[in-house]
């Protein structure tokens, strides 16, 4: 007897999946041992061509897919916190199993929506809410049950390495960003994504997976890649390093350390050769020590992979003993975060400085003076004009120092405009 399912939403992944359950059903017969039977799929606009799903599958009427007996696995590609928070509440309550993708509610509602899922005997899967087609959520939760794990890091927005990778062949930023919204890998919002707010989204879901832990969403570091100026990629680059949005959460001194900002990471480190709208996610367990999971993390078929493994984990039966049983899906005690300005590295400043005697005394003199070591500093000469590029590398420092430099610097009259800071990835942190 066929699962029935319910699609809610038919974006790039709520078409995708429909076009998996319609059109290889032979594969999922093989490989799962099941047939599934597509029922409805709710959308705003019916009238809206969608080539590839039948007309007749399509409806706007939520109550009617929830009220259908025959629908057991209720899946969630909507989006957004509301309306599609209220229907899978509503789904669970009618004892249907949900499957979403949607970080952005998980990350800022989880714990709610999950509380709700064991209520009502039922379970969530979320698999593709992280790292598109990799089954990172599996591994976190399951495959590296035996590990205390210590450090996550990885590239987890498949739009900001897009844009990242395209600007360093020289593409603009917008034209880049044009690209990964045509090609279905950017969010409805793409703020979302050029801000580092989606992947703090899914590092909320990641530390909570790994560490156990209720995660605040408000108290996660973000920046974003959209204040980026391509001059500091291409000094970058001259220095051996490449720009990444990296989403990071570290137990430092019993303190969970969570935070997403763009980076520079040395050209021969595995997370800099990860190109295009690939994701990378770094895993450093107690006894595994790093494992790395990589692969396409944005865009309909990739992000379709992982919700149809979780519909077939929901129609087995897998899904709620899991949901049930793991202590790693509770999220018991809110974690302790450790303060932004604790966290030490090493760090990148680029500003237009007075070409002028004394002005380089007093910018080391500023940097000197909040207890930041310099390991490299490059003027570079200009012919047209008064104010020269000064690039500095410093040794590690806490990020309160420096963001208390760059408060003075800013406001000297030998530097030109806002000092341009991005942070540095050693290997050793990395690896
Ligand atoms: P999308 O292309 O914008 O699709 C959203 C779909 O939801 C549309 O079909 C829309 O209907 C429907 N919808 C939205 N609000 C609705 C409402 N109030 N009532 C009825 N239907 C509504 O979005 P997407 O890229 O597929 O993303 C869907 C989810 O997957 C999001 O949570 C996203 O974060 C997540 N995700 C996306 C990717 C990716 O690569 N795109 C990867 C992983 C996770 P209409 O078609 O009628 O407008
Ligand atoms: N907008 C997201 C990204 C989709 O670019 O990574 C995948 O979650």
């Given amino acids: 007897m066929p699962t029935g399912v319910a699609i809610l939403g038919c974006g790039t992944v709520g078409s995708a999946v429909a076009e998996m359950l319609l059109n290889e059903k032979l594969l999922l017969k093989k490989r799962a041992g099941r047939s599934f039977d597509l029922r409805h799929i709710l959308v705003r606009d019916p009238a809206r061509p969608r080539p590839g799903i039948p007309r007749r599958l399509l409806?706007?009427?939520?109550?009617?897919?929830?009220?259908?007996?025959?629908?057991?696995?209720?899946?969630?590609?909507?989006?957004?916190?509301?309306?599609?928070?209220?229907l899978i509440r509503q789904a669970l309550s009618l004892g249907k199993r949900v499957v979403t993708a949607n970080k952005h509610l998980?990350?800022?509602?989880?714990?709610?929506?999950?509380?709700?899922?064991r209520k009502a005997g039922s379970s969530v899967c979320f698999e593709a809410s992280c790292g598109g087609a990799i089954p990172i959520v599996m591994a976190?939760?399951?495959?590296?049950?035996?590990?205390?794990?210590?450090?996550?890091i990885g590239i987890v927005n498949g739009t900001c390495n897009y844009i990242l990778t395209r600007m360093s062949d020289g593409q603009t930023y917008a034209q880049a960003l044009a690209e990964a919204q045509s090609a279905g890998f950017a969010e409805?919002?793409?703020?979302?994504?050029?801000?580092?707010?989606?992947?703090?989204?899914?590092?909320?879901?990641l530390a909570a997976l790994a560490f156990g832990v209720q995660v605040p969403f408000e108290k996660i570091q973000i920046q974003g890649i959209d204040s980026l100026d391509a001059v500091d990629l291409n000094y970058g680059r001259e220095l051996g390093y490449v720009c990444k949005l990296l989403a990071i959460a570290e137990k430092i001194n019993g303190y969970l350390s969570l935070r997403v900002h763009p980076a520079f990471v040395p050209r021969q480190h595995l997370l800099a050769s990860?190109?295009?709208?690939?994701?990378?996610?770094?895993?450093?367990?107690?006894?595994?020590?790093?494992?790395?999971?990589?692969?396409?993390?944005?865009?309909?078929?990739?992000?379709?992979?992982?919700?149809?493994?979780?519909?077939?984990?929901?129609?087995?039966?897998?899904?709620?003993?899991?949901?049930?049983?793991?202590?790693?899906?509770?999220?018991?005690?809110?974690?302790?975060?450790?303060?932004?300005?604790?966290?030490?590295?090493?760090?990148?400043?680029?500003?237009?400085?007075?070409?002028?005697?004394?002005?380089?005394?007093?910018?080391?003199?500023?940097?000197?003076?909040?207890?930041?070591?310099?390991?490299?500093?490059?003027?570079?000469?200009?012919?047209?004009?008064?104010?020269?590029?000064?690039?500095?590398?410093t040794h590690e420092a806490g990020d309160g120092a420096v963001t208390a430099a760059l408060r003075v610097l800013n406001r000297l009259n030998c530097v030109r405009g806002k000092v341009s800071h991005i942070r540095v990835i050693d290997p050793a942190q990395a690896v």
């Fill in 140 to 152: 976190l939760s399951r495959g590296l049950v035996a590990n205390d794990i210590d450090r996550i």
């Fill in 59 to 86: 409806t706007t009427d939520a109550a009617k897919i929830l009220h259908d007996p025959q629908v057991h696995i209720v899946v969630e590609l909507m989006g957004g916190i509301e309306p599609a928070g209220t």
């Fill in 274 to 393: 990860v190109g295009g709208p690939f994701n990378a996610i770094s895993v450093f367990g107690h006894a595994s020590g790093q494992t790395l999971y990589y692969g396409r993390g944005a865009g309909g078929r990739p992000t379709a992979s992982a919700v149809v493994a979780d519909i077939v984990d929901s129609a087995m039966g897998t899904a709620d003993v899991l949901f049930r049983e793991l202590p790693a899906l509770a999220g018991r005690s809110p974690a302790r975060i450790m303060p932004p300005s604790a966290v030490v590295c090493r760090h990148y400043l680029r500003m237009q400085a007075l070409d002028q005697p004394g002005s380089m005394h007093r910018i080391t003199g500023v940097l000197g003076k909040k207890g930041i070591s310099l390991a490299a500093v490059a003027q570079h000469e200009s012919r047209q004009d008064s104010y020269v590029p000064l690039v500095v590398m």
């Fill in 106 to 117: 998980l990350a800022l509602h989880g714990v709610d929506v999950f509380r709700a899922a």
């Fill in 188 to 205: 409805p919002d793409p703020t979302m994504d050029v801000r580092g707010t989606d992947s703090a989204h899914k590092l909320a879901i």
